[in-house]
């Protein structure tokens, strides 16, 4: 079983910061990806930015020259910093695992894995 854990979030104001963490724990045997997703009231989640863990990352247009992801490959952990925050910035922030938990030659699956949500609010 693959767990998430997600921490930093919180209130801000227009303008501020905030860094977010999620640390990957349980039966992993392989990540190719790590990142983040967010879901505003009333909206579909969506691609907030991801990591491959080769190095290669992906941000929504919305979102690219403020913020930054980051991962510690040896402790399966991904960090967001978020500068400049906006008040439609307001989410939900998920992280998300991409991986197999067990050798796909022992019939594990590529599939995706989610933390339980944290509230960031950006108070204008």
């Known amino acids: 079983q693959v767990q998430l854990v997600e921490s930093g979030g919180g209130l801000v104001q227009a303008g501020g910061s905030l860094r977010l963490s999620c640390a990957a724990s349980?039966?992993?045997?392989?990540?190719?990806?790590m990142g983040w997703y967010r879901q505003a009231p009333g909206k579909q989640r969506e691609l907030v930015a991801t990591a491959t863990t080769g190095g290669t990352t992906n941000y929504a247009d919305s979102v690219k020259g403020r913020f930054t992801i980051s991962r510690d490959n040896a402790k399966k952990t991904v960090y967001l910093q978020m500068n400049s925050l906006k008040p439609e910035d307001t989410a939900v922030y998920y992280c998300?695992?991409?991986?197999?938990?067990?050798?796909?030659?022992?019939?594990?699956?590529?599939?995706?894995?989610w933390g339980q949500g944290t509230q960031v609010t950006v108070s204008s």
């Open positions: 998300d695992l991409r991986g197999y938990a067990t050798a796909a030659s022992a019939g594990g699956r590529l599939r995706d894995y």
């Open positions: 349980g039966t992993i045997f392989s990540i190719n990806a």
